[in-house]
């Protein structure tokens, strides 16, 4: 729905209302507080934790809703994805004028100038941003079937174009472009199906720090990556223009932290989303900043009753206050604490560009599951188009993996950790942010484990289908220093029970037809008395 005023109407009023917003940003919690930013905000905030690591580590960063979810999906969707092309760094590789051949994204400058124009800017291309075709309840419903238990969205890329209805930043998706609310219209329909929300934020590299460097300006065939945009003082990048100035960085580096920090609480005042996940570069806003977001993130979901949770890459928040997330790839082991793991649909840009192509649903399971085994839990990306269709290809792996967790429910959500996560002979594939890669090549002869929260039932993955009317030999069944015996072993799905035996420390079955197992995942059930 359109706002009764167009953003042309208001720029002057809205412009004089960011220079105040800004001054005052520090109070920005209090005045949602007061003024019920959101519909559960009636009783004032209660600052149980004050902004230091030493109170914001007495909050315990694991609750059992998270511990319980296994699976949430959000999605890269934004200006960037009007062009389609190479990636979401789109907007920053169109000003990267000087990139050798070969080079990631070497190839953008030269297709947007032969495309769109040597004077087309990034900014040009809101316009054309409409997503006409968005349907807040059907993308949830989408979510929801699935499997996922948690669904959101990137708020804000490095772009520092935002995605929510924002009185702070006037590169808004309510004021121009769809002219639509998304954050505010697809969190409001994750809740209605009581599924938790994440919003996830970039916008820690929109700041521009190469003004004074030239050494990294765009065409110093040495960009500097700190910052989204390539400096270039003849180009828009530069500009000190009142509006695009926010949009391109270009304003004061304390001035910016208020303004990252007030776009980010403002988020959390109006959505009330239980989950903020922060990408990398979080660690260039100074600490005060980080623990003043940490500590209205925890007040603010407290008071109105919720079990927040906040997430960081690599060691940008302390592991004390928030969960670890690893991009594309997981642990080699289970982990002392729970953690995430956001993974993409596609083989190869988290937002939409033509010719996208994408994982198949067998491999996301499976290494799903082995995120799973080591208390991990997924987040999966998915990349719908600038006019709000997610394409028909990236809904059917979601409907398969959403079959294969129906089908063995019991299996996924409310499981906790084994003794070991399981055995193999997978070939281990390194990723590219530490751990292992989300893409591994798992077969039959891999198994995984996790269990029921009482300890009394052992859930085996099997990830392929195994060859039926076979005896297998299962090791690593039992917990170590426990008299454990077996009561039954069946086939989680289909509930075929099955012949078994055991001898020292192994466990052997007779698997039974193949009809009676999954050739994604077969998942057995080793029930003890």
Same mark, same amino acid.
């Given at each position: 729905?359109?706002?009764?005023?167009?953003?042309?109407?208001?720029?002057?009023?809205?412009?004089?209302?960011?220079?105040?917003?800004?001054?005052?940003?520090?109070?920005?919690?209090?005045?949602?507080?007061?003024?019920?930013?959101?519909?559960?905000?009636?009783?004032?905030?209660?600052?149980?934790?004050?902004?230091?690591?030493?109170?914001?580590?007495?909050?315990?960063?694991?609750?059992?809703?998270?511990?319980?979810?296994?699976?949430?999906?959000?999605?890269?969707?934004?200006?960037?994805?009007?062009?389609?092309?190479?990636?979401?760094?789109?907007?920053?590789?169109?000003?990267?004028?000087?990139?050798?051949?070969?080079?990631?994204?070497?190839?953008?400058?030269?297709?947007?100038?032969?495309?769109?124009?040597?004077?087309?800017?990034?900014?040009?291309?809101?316009?054309?941003?409409?997503?006409?075709?968005?349907?807040?309840?059907?993308?949830?419903?989408?979510?929801?079937?699935?499997?996922?238990?948690?669904? *959101?969205? %990137?708020? /804000?890329?490095? +772009?520092?174009? $935002?995605?929510?209805?924002?009185?702070?930043?006037? &590169?808004?998706?309510?004021?121009?472009?769809?002219?639509?609310?998304?954050?505010?219209?697809?969190?409001?329909?994750?809740?209605?199906?009581?599924?938790?929300?994440?919003?996830?934020?970039?916008?820690?590299?929109?700041?521009?720090?190469?003004?004074?460097?030239?050494?990294?300006?765009?065409?110093?065939?040495?960009?500097?990556?700190?910052?989204?945009?390539?400096?270039?003082?003849?180009?828009?990048?530069?500009?000190?223009?009142?509006?695009?100035?926010?949009?391109?960085?270009?304003?004061?580096?304390?001035?910016?932290?208020?303004?990252?920090? *007030?776009? %980010?609480? /403002?988020?959390? +005042?109006?959505? $009330?989303?239980?989950?903020?996940?922060?990408?990398? &570069?979080?660690?260039?806003?100074?600490?005060?900043?980080?623990?003043?977001?940490?500590?209205?993130?925890?007040?603010?979901?407290?008071?109105?009753?919720?079990?927040?949770?906040?997430?960081?890459?690599?060691?940008?928040?302390?592991?004390?206050?928030?969960?670890?997330?690893?991009?594309?790839?997981?642990?080699?082991?289970?982990?002392?604490?729970?953690?995430?793991?956001?993974?993409?649909?596609?083989?190869?840009?988290?937002?939409?560009?033509?010719?996208?192509?994408?994982?198949?649903?067998?491999?996301?399971?499976?290494?799903?599951?082995?995120?799973?085994?080591?208390?991990?839990?997924?987040?999966?990306?998915?990349?719908?188009?600038?006019?709000?269709?997610?394409?028909?290809?990236?809904?059917?792996?979601?409907?398969?993996?959403?079959?294969?967790?129906?089908?063995?429910?019991?299996?996924?959500?409310?499981?906790?950790?084994?003794?070991?996560?399981?055995?193999?002979?997978?070939?281990?594939?390194?990723?590219?942010?530490?751990?292992?890669?989300?893409?591994?090549?798992?077969?039959?002869?891999?198994?995984?484990?996790?269990?029921?929260?009482?300890?009394?039932?052992?859930?085996?993955?099997?990830?392929?289908?195994?060859?039926?009317?076979?005896?297998?030999?299962?090791?690593?069944?039992?917990?170590?220093?426990?008299?454990?015996?077996?009561?039954?072993?069946?086939?989680?799905?289909?509930?075929?029970?099955?012949?078994?035996?055991?001898?020292?420390?192994?466990?052997?079955?007779?698997?039974?037809?193949?009809?009676?197992?999954?050739?994604?995942?077969?998942?057995?059930?080793?029930?003890?008395?």
């Amino acid at each position: 729905m359109k706002k009764p005023n167009s953003y042309h109407h208001k720029k002057t009023e809205q412009m004089n209302r960011i220079k105040r917003t800004l001054k005052i940003a520090c109070l920005l919690a209090i005045v949602c507080s007061l003024f019920e930013c959101t519909p559960k905000q009636s009783k004032q905030i209660v600052n149980v934790y004050e902004p230091s690591w030493e109170s914001l580590a007495k909050y315990n960063t694991e609750p059992e809703w998270f511990k319980d979810a296994k699976l949430g999906i959000y999605f890269h969707w934004g200006i960037y994805s009007v062009p389609a092309f190479s990636s979401e760094w789109y907007p920053a590789w169109m000003y990267y004028t000087n990139l050798e051949k070969g080079q990631w994204g070497a190839d953008v400058h030269d297709y947007h100038v032969k495309t769109y124009g040597a004077d087309f800017n990034y900014h040009d291309f809101i316009p054309m941003f409409k997503a006409e075709h968005f349907n807040a309840a059907q993308w949830a419903d989408l979510f929801q079937n699935a499997g996922a238990k948690f669904a *959101g969205l %990137v708020a /804000e890329h490095h +772009d520092g174009f $935002a995605m929510w209805d924002s009185e702070i930043n006037p &590169w808004n998706a309510a004021d121009m472009g769809p002219e639509k609310d998304i954050t505010g219209e697809l969190l409001s329909e994750l809740k209605k199906r009581d599924m938790k929300t994440i919003t996830t934020f970039h916008h820690a590299r929109n700041l521009q720090r190469y003004a004074n460097d030239s050494t990294h300006w765009a065409n110093s065939g040495n960009v500097g990556m700190d910052s989204h945009y390539a400096y270039n003082p003849d180009a828009v990048t530069s500009t000190i223009d009142e509006k695009l100035k926010y949009l391109y960085g270009n304003i004061p580096a304390d001035e910016f932290h208020e303004y990252w920090l *007030g776009q %980010v609480n /403002e988020v959390v +005042d109006k959505y $009330a989303p239980d989950m903020i996940w922060f990408d990398s &570069w979080l660690d260039f806003i100074p600490e005060e900043y980080r623990q003043k977001m940490v500590a209205h993130h925890y007040n603010t979901a407290v008071s109105r009753g919720q079990e927040p949770i906040t997430f960081y890459k690599q060691e940008d928040l302390p592991d004390s206050v928030a969960l670890i997330d690893i991009e594309q790839g997981g642990k080699t082991d289970i982990s002392e604490k729970y953690w995430l793991t956001d993974i993409t649909i596609s083989d190869g840009s988290w937002c939409y560009t033509n010719g996208l192509k994408y994982k198949t649903a067998d491999l996301i399971i499976r290494n799903m599951i082995d995120v799973w085994s080591k208390k991990g839990v997924v987040l999966l990306n998915v990349s719908p188009m600038a006019n709000g269709i997610i394409p028909q290809e990236q809904q059917d792996v979601l409907k398969a993996i959403g079959e294969w967790i129906k089908k063995h429910e019991e299996a996924v959500y409310s499981t906790r950790v084994h003794s070991i996560f399981g055995y193999g002979i997978a070939e281990f594939e390194k990723g590219h942010f530490g751990g292992q890669s989300a893409t591994m090549k798992y077969t039959k002869d891999d198994v995984r484990f996790t269990k029921s929260k009482d300890g009394n039932t052992l859930y085996v993955y099997l990830l392929g289908l195994p060859e039926p009317n076979t005896e297998i030999e299962l090791e690593h069944v039992f917990e170590t220093n426990q008299n454990q015996d077996i009561s039954r072993v069946s086939v989680v799905g289909s509930g075929v029970e099955l012949r078994w035996s055991v001898s020292g420390d192994k466990l052997t079955v007779t698997t039974p037809n193949a009809e009676a197992m999954d050739e994604i995942a077969t998942v057995l059930k080793v029930e003890f008395l």
